[in-house]
């Protein structure tokens, strides 16, 4: 049973108006599997995560609480940062390369720019490489605009100590991130493409795309064909797509989607879905090539998962 399904039950076994737990918990829902999601990069994790928000939030006492939407922030981010460490023990023994859980997103979310590019691949995988409190505090900061007295609040520690992890996780992240212009034109073009080799086999417009440190990820979980380490470098992921595409051409349909906010597209083959492939371009070049097709990871894909700040 999920978070959403409790709240929506929970007080009003006679199916009128819910509680006042319920009603802010259903209000924020979207915010908090936003911030679980962000913090976890696994969907069914942050599910989770809401759950036992949910669970601590209904024993409450609301006539104690002076900002509702902080203190359920306050619960999730707890819970999420529990999570982290199952999850950390998880990823060591995952077979081949880990990448975020997929989510097909409304339009909408690209036009929320900072929220988009918080939610994409690219950026998750740049949290990666945080620590969990530094992933807290980013994610709260710098994606919700908390105040750090809030933040201190979430993740146990004094303001000071929240404002010098903030510092140091921003430095992290911006050296991690793309350093040219990002342009969702430029992710459009590399995914097109992709597709234009899938669907007629001439391969030269997608390499003339590739940087020469480009780097391909498969996600498989170990259920599926797949690389299982990182391949690195034009002549090595050259090699790899020249020997995958032509594959899924003969067998299956690539299709354009909104995925994590920014353009990416759904691998079809036999007509059932098989993966999702998205990219990070740098300086207008594909500097990263990301294909989950873990099944596990893929039930969010065929229906939308609302996002938000």
Known sequence: MTGEHSADQAGRPDGGRPDAATEAFVTHRNLLFTVAYEMLGSA???EDVLQETWLRWAGVDLD???DRRAYL??????????????LARRKETYVGPWLPEPLL?????AED?????????????????LGPTERAVFVLREVFDLEYAEI???????????????HRARAHVAARRPHGDVSAADARGALEAFRHAVETGDLQG????????V?????????KQAVLKPVVGYDQVTRLLAVGLPRIGRLGTVEPAQINGHAALIVRLGGDLDGVVAVRTDHGLITGLYIVRNPAKLSRVEQETAVTR
């Open 44 to 46: 069914a994790d942050a």
């Open 64 to 66: 104690g609480v002076r």
């Open 73 to 86: 922030v306050r619960i999730t981010t707890r819970q999420a940062l529990t999570r982290l460490r199952t």
């Open 105 to 109: 997103t409304a339009p909408d979310v």
């Open 113 to 129: 720019v900072e929220l988009a590019d918080s939610v994409s691949m690219a950026m998750l995988l740049v949290l990666e490489t």
């Open 152 to 166: 201190a609040e979430a993740v146990g520690k004094t303001q000071p100590a929240v404002r010098q992890i903030a």
């Open 206 to 213: 997608l390499f003339d795309r590739l940087s020469p440190d």
């Open 215 to 223: 780097v391909f990820l498969g996600d498989a979980g170990g259920v």
